[in-house]
C-alpha cells in the first residue's frame, strides 16, 4: 500500500443517541443524515483512485462504503481487528456513562465483558499492519472513530491517551506509506507498554 485514505462512517442510529455499541451482531444502520453524509464522502472520493475498500464488521461502516462507492467498482475487504471496541456490560448504554467510567481506569482495565485499552491498540495496530502490507496502491478504509483517532494522532508521534477526541463524520483523512510505518511503530510500542 502507498497511500491509505481513511473516512469514519456515517452518522448511525446508536451515535445519534450517543450509544455505545461494540457488538457486530447488533443492527446499528445509518441515519437519514448518515446516509447523506456517506453520499458526500462519495462526492469527496469521486477524483480518487481507490484500489480496495477496507472495512469493519459493522452494519453502519459497510453501509457507507457501500453509499459512498455506489457506481464504483472497487472490491471490499474486512478487517475485524479494526472493529469498534467490546464494551463489556456498557454495551448498548451512554457513551458518556461509559467514558466517565474508562476516563479514570488504566490502560489495563477492562469493563467486565470488554476490553481493555491495550488489547484494543494492538489490535488495531494489528489491522492497520495488514493494510499497510497489502499489495494495492490506494487503501480506502471505512471505520470506527476510535481507530481512526489513535492512528490520526500516533501519526504526530502522540500515543494514546486516556480521553481521545471524536472523529468527524465521513471526513477523509489522508496518511503515505512513509506516515504510517512510524505511526504504527508509536502504537505498537504503546500495546507493549501501555501507560497514560
Same mark, same amino acid.
Given at each position: 500500500?502507498? #497511500? #491509505?485514505? #481513511?473516512? +469514519? ?8 443517541? &450517543? ?17 447523506? @453524509? ?7 472520493? /469521486?477524483? !480518487? @483512485? ?6 469493519? $464488521?459493522? $452494519? %453502519?461502516? %459497510? !453501509?457507507?462504503? &457501500?453509499?459512498?462507492?455506489? *457506481? +464504483? ?12 471496541? =467490546?464494551?463489556? $456490560?456498557? !454495551?448498548?448504554?451512554? #457513551? ?8 479514570? %481506569? *488504566?490502560?489495563? !482495565?477492562?469493563?467486565? *465483558? *470488554?476490553?481493555? +485499552?491495550?488489547?484494543?491498540?494492538? %489490535?488495531? /495496530?494489528?489491522?492497520? =499492519? ?18 481512526? /483517532?489513535?492512528? =490520526? ?7 494514546? +491517551?486516556?480521553?481521545?477526541? &471524536? ?6 483523512? =489522508?496518511? $503515505?506509506? &512513509? ?18
Amino acid at each position: 500500500m502507498k #497511500l #491509505l485514505l #481513511l473516512a +469514519r462512517h456515517g452518522e448511525s442510529e446508536y451515535s445519534a443517541k &450517543q450509544l455505545v455499541n461494540g457488538d457486530p451482531g447488533v443492527s446499528c444502520p445509518l441515519t437519514e443524515t448518515g446516509r447523506l @453524509q456517506a453520499r458526500a464522502l462519495g462526492r469527496i472520493l /469521486a477524483e !480518487e @483512485q481507490i484500489d480496495v475498500c477496507a472495512v469493519t $464488521e459493522f $452494519e %453502519r461502516v %459497510r !453501509e457507507t462504503a &457501500q453509499l459512498a462507492l455506489a *457506481g +464504483r467498482d472497487v472490491p471490499v475487504v474486512v478487517v475485524p481487528d479494526l472493529n469498534d471496541p =467490546r464494551y463489556g $456490560e456498557f !454495551e448498548g448504554g451512554s #457513551l458518556d456513562v461509559y467514558r466517565e467510567w474508562i476516563v479514570g %481506569r *488504566g490502560p489495563l !482495565e477492562a469493563p467486565p *465483558g *470488554g476490553e481493555h +485499552r491495550a488489547e484494543i491498540v494492538s %489490535r488495531y /495496530a494489528a489491522g492497520f =499492519r495488514r493494510l499497510l502490507d497489502r499489495p494495492e496502491g490506494t487503501v480506502l478504509l471505512v471505520a470506527h472513530s476510535l481507530p481512526i /483517532a489513535y492512528l =490520526r494522532d500516533a501519526a504526530s508521534g502522540t500515543p494514546p +491517551r486516556s480521553k481521545m477526541d &471524536q472523529v468527524d463524520y465521513a471526513t477523509v483523512l =489522508r496518511l $503515505e506509506r &512513509q506516515d504510517l510505518e512510524p505511526a504504527l511503530a508509536v502504537l505498537e510500542a504503546w500495546a507493549a507498554s501501555p501507560a497514560f
